[in-house]
């Protein structure tokens, strides 16, 4: 069955830097858009960044520039290297695959993680 496993959450000083992985297996993985959304309590799940199968890529306006989202289809592993943290980027974050492009909705990905979680202190 379809798994994705993320890690490499944990708590942070504002300024700092965090890298996540997310570990896919159960489908075919260079096919997927793969994404990272975030969700802070009492918010909406949002779109952090997402890449395309042939790494095209999409960010959310407030960590672009900031966040990098990259892909090894080797390893059937997506990562996100967040630099510059802000305590507003607190929340846990969820890997994401699904073969409907790398847009903003969640409705546009069919399988999801559990989460790790990312605390940025002021």
């Known amino acids: 069955q379809v798994q994705l496993v993320e890690s490499g959450g944990g708590w942070v000083q504002a300024g700092g830097s965090l890298n996540l992985s997310c570990v896919a297996s159960?489908?075919?993985?260079?096919?997927?858009?793969m994404a990272w959304f975030r969700q802070a309590p009492g918010k909406d799940r949002a779109l952090v960044g997402a890449?395309?199968?042939?790494?095209?890529?999409n960010y959310a306006r407030a960590v672009k520039g900031r966040f990098t989202i990259s892909r090894d289809n080797a390893k059937n592993t997506v990562y996100l290297r967040m630099n510059s943290l802000k305590p507003e980027d607190t929340a846990a974050y969820y890997c994401?695959?699904?073969?409907?492009?790398?847009?903003?909705?969640?409705?546009?990905?069919?399988?999801w993680g559990q989460g790790t979680q990312v605390t940025v202190s002021s």
């Open positions: 890449i395309s199968w042939n790494e095209n890529t």
């Open positions: 159960g489908f075919t993985f260079n096919t997927y858009a």
């Open positions: 994401a695959a699904g073969r409907n492009g790398i847009g903003y909705a969640t409705a546009a990905y069919d399988n």
